[in-house]
């Protein structure tokens, strides 16, 4: 048995049923379009056949960042008893799943958390939109999804599921502060056709290069039509083979929600087409990274936007925004466990890649990892993008830390510096020490080391220090080696089968240290950077891969 155990739905253990379903009995028309209907008996008293309705994916995300599921079939005879079973005692899973390192199946050392201990998954509570279920159908064959609620067997929300944590941050913003915050998310990623890029150049917004992924974006917006989100934007990226999808603005929890399952939509499209989706921040050492930035803002207790509100003379923000966004600012340097934390995120965090290598802060800087977004110059800020985050991080865990420090800005009154000017790989050492402007961390030992200063203390303490541990154990094995060979860490992250072993640009991401040099724009190149051939046969030796 893995780590799930050996018992059924019900708790009480259980067989493992081979269940032959005859391919002459098609599911009536109205049983396909979720879980929200039984179908009839043929007779007062006649025996229901049953009939497979739906396979139900309850889906949660562990602290390593990774998306899981335990999936439930649905049956005609059974699905209101199913239902409510679900919702009142969930399916057990064992406290340590949540802590498996990529791709390993025994908890992270250190982490608090071992083989014993047990939680459960629930269906969570039916909604006004939804009254019956609130799964959603994902672009596979009679397949719906949804977020799970994760309970203590105390019947109590469990203490280090991150997604009870943003929950809990959420809150507590609303009862000290009078504050709501809202996020949307840009979702950036590479297509690979087998071993290859699909698009194949670089060249950033290239009509032809969307055009190579038309049909499946067009796929990929319906079927997330389907789950009742409207993509904002679609696009061809800078790198070989990347994509970006823009997610529209909404209350957190459901943007974070609307996140992991477009990214469950969105490997299902690929899949259907024979693709694969590649999440890892470095895909290739000399090309752009995917990230994931997030757009937030806030409304005041009376529902005016805190960021829009008219800033005092010769600022750019109002003082209670200003805090929020001095808040982040001063932990950012700690964040970085929580948004950007894997080993290959740290290789997209490089000066002048357009992801935020420095602290800072600017009015569309795309150099600045806090970005202040406005329409015009006459209009004001609407939202501040997070720029140093990536599809590796717990998104659920990332925004509970960002809106923690957030609010520690204003509990502390925290003031702004001086905004960035220009790229600040650009300035001088006086010009970047009037902005506060300091390398971030370039390595998880001194990011974790930053994260464990006094001066972090008060987003530790938000968060839950028994979370924090966990969540810091899981990255630290991943960063040790401990979590299985590279070639399966990249797949953990998404990256296609035998990519690692063909293609030098990720053979390079996966030995590269940090180029020394000036690179240039998004992408890491140019005549400085000619030690990437020597980081691919360095990593090629590694790995044993003859190129």
């Not at 064959?141 to 009870?164: C, E, H, K, Q």
């Not at 504050?179 to 917004?205: M, N, V, W």
């Not at 609407?382 to 998104?395: A, I, L, W």
């Amino acid at each position: 048995p893995g780590p799930g155990g050996e018992e059924g739905a019900d708790g009480r253990g259980g067989a493992c049923v081979c269940v032959c379903v005859s391919g002459s009995a098609a599911l009536p028309a109205d049983a396909v379009g979720g879980l929200d209907r039984e179908a009839p008996a043929s007779g007062h008293g006649a025996r229901q056949e049953a009939m497979l309705t739906d396979m139900l994916s309850l889906v949660w995300v562990d602290l390593g960042g990774l998306r899981r599921s335990r999936v439930v079939p649905i049956y005609s005879d059974t699905l209101s008893q199913q239902v409510s079973r679900l919702r009142g005692e969930g399916l057990g899973l064992a406290k340590c799943c949540f802590v498996l390192p990529p791709p390993g199946d025994a908890p992270a050392p250190n982490s608090g958390l071992d083989v014993t201990g047990e939680v459960r998954l629930l269906l969570p509570p039916p909604t006004s939109r939804e009254p019956i279920s609130p799964s959603r159908p994902l672009p596979s064959p009679r397949l719906r999804a949804v977020v799970a609620d994760v309970m203590g067997t105390d019947g109590r929300p469990w203490a280090l599921d991150s997604r009870n944590v943003l929950r809990r941050t959420v809150a507590s913003a609303a009862a000290s502060h009078g504050l709501s915050f809202r996020c949307g998310f840009e979702l950036e990623f590479t297509l690979f056709k087998g071993d290859q890029p699909l698009g194949g150049d670089q060249a950033y917004a290239r009509t032809g290069k969307y055009l190579c992924a038309h049909e499946i974006m067009l796929e990929v917006t319906e079927a997330l039509l389907g789950l009742g989100v409207r993509p904002e934007q679609v696009h061809a990226e800078s790198a070989p083979g990347q994509f970006e999808v823009v997610l529209p603005h909404g209350e957190v929890l459901e943007a974070v929600d609307t996140l992991v399952l477009a990214r469950e939509t969105l490997d299902a499209v690929a899949a259907r087409h024979n693709l694969r989706v590649c999440y890892l921040p470095k895909p290739f050492a000399a090309s752009a990274g995917n990230g994931l930035h997030v757009h937030f803002s806030a409304l005041d207790a009376s529902g005016q936007p805190v960021f829009e509100q008219p800033p005092p003379e010769g600022q750019v923000l109002p003082q209670l925004a200003a805090r929020l966004v001095a808040g982040v600012l001063h932990h950012l340097p700690a964040l970085v466990c929580f948004t950007a934390g894997s080993p290959s995120s740290f290789r997209r965090l490089a000066p002048s890649s357009w992801c935020g290598a420095y602290t800072g802060w600017g009015v569309l800087n795309k150099e600045a990892p806090l970005r202040l977004c406005r329409v015009s110059d006459a209009s004001p800020i609407s939202n501040v993008e997070y720029k140093n985050m990536d599809c590796t991080c717990n998104p659920y865990l990332a925004l509970s830390a960002i809106l923690a420090a957030a609010l520690d800005g204003v509990t502390s009154a925290r003031d702004l510096p001086a905004p960035l000017p220009a790229d600040p790989a650009l300035l001088s050492e006086k010009q970047r020490e009037h902005c506060s402007a300091h390398r971030l961390p370039t390595s998880w030992a001194e990011a974790e080391l930053t994260l464990r200063s006094p001066s972090h203390e008060a987003l530790v303490s938000a968060l839950g220090p028994e979370l924090v541990r966990a969540a810091v154990a899981v990255r630290a094995v991943e960063h040790e080696g401990g979590a299985g060979s590279a070639s399966a860490r990249f797949l953990y992250y998404g990256t296609p089968r035998g990519c690692t072993m063909s293609t030098p640009g990720v053979l390079a991401a996966a030995a590269a240290p940090s180029c020394s040099g000036r690179p240039h724009g998004k992408a890491r190149q140019g005549p400085e950077h000619a030690c990437v051939w020597h980081c691919v046969s360095t990593a090629a030796a590694r790995l044993g891969a003859r190129e």
